[in-house]
């Protein structure tokens, strides 16, 4: 419910809350404020939870789309730069990012090996798709109603493995990337993933970077590079 409050007013339009088969009162919580509740029947997935969400934004006619995780980690006040950044075309995929000013992450509370693992990862990732992020891995995204409609990312995994698929296809069908500075806290109640998670996560991240690379090399076709089929993804509007 902070998360929700912590919203500025009058910079969006709609809330979608996707509830993937948790098990605490989430639902009930969602139900007593004014947003779109869609309920999944079992956990289905991170991946997952972002397809649904995604499609019922894209069926209500949004031309800009906000993730926000709802467990308080990352702060909503900086939602209207971002929508700006898209509006002003700095940008179809707006990153908040933890690391501009570089060390805030650290400051924040962030694990030393993730910000490790972090840096090496968007290294990496930079390097192969000729960017110049400060960051690949924030959970704190906002996507063009273009970007959304041209990346076929229902192909793309139902967990983790999702976010980064959707950089390397923005990357692969031309869109354009901007960053704005975000503040976030770490805490118990945080969602997190574990240690054993995040290293299967990392291997992940590198292998979708390699079949990019292969894929652009046209050696070892990938679907999630291919263009979406007409009518893969539909709207109302």
């Known amino acids: ?140 995204r906002a996507y063009s109603r273009k970007l959304l409609e041209t990346v076929p990312f229902l192909r793309n995994s139902n967990n983790f493995a999702f976010d980064t698929q959707m950089i390397f296809q923005a990357s692969h069908f031309g869109f354009t990337f901007a960053e704005v500075p975000v503040s976030t806290k770490y805490f118990n109640e945080a969602s997190s993933i574990s240690f054993v998670a995040s290293s299967v996560y990392g291997l992940h991240t590198l292998w979708i970077a390699f079949r990019y690379l292969l894929h652009r090399l046209k050696l070892w076709p990938y679907d999630i590079f291919k263009p979406a089929r007409r009518g893969e993804v539909r709207s109302d509007k």
């Open 1 to 140: 419910m902070d998360t929700y409050q912590r919203i500025p007013p009058d910079c969006v339009d709609q809330v979608i809350l996707v509830d993937d088969g948790s098990l605490d009162q989430t639902a009930a919580v969602a139900g007593t404020l004014d947003l779109d509740l869609i309920m999944h029947p079992h956990n289905a997935g991170y991946g997952a939870n972002q397809k649904t969400c995604y499609m019922e934004a894209l069926r209500l006619g949004a031309d800009i789309v906000i993730m926000l995780h709802p467990d308080g980690q990352y702060d909503p006040q900086i939602i209207p730069q971002m929508i700006a950044a898209v509006r002003d075309g700095r940008g179809d995929f707006v990153m908040g990012s933890r690391f501009l000013p570089p060390h805030s992450a650290l400051a924040g509370g962030m694990p030393r090996y993730k910000y490790i693992a972090n840096r090496f990862l968007t290294f990496f990732e930079n390097l192969v798709m000729g960017t110049k992020l400060s960051e690949c891995h924030t959970g704190y």
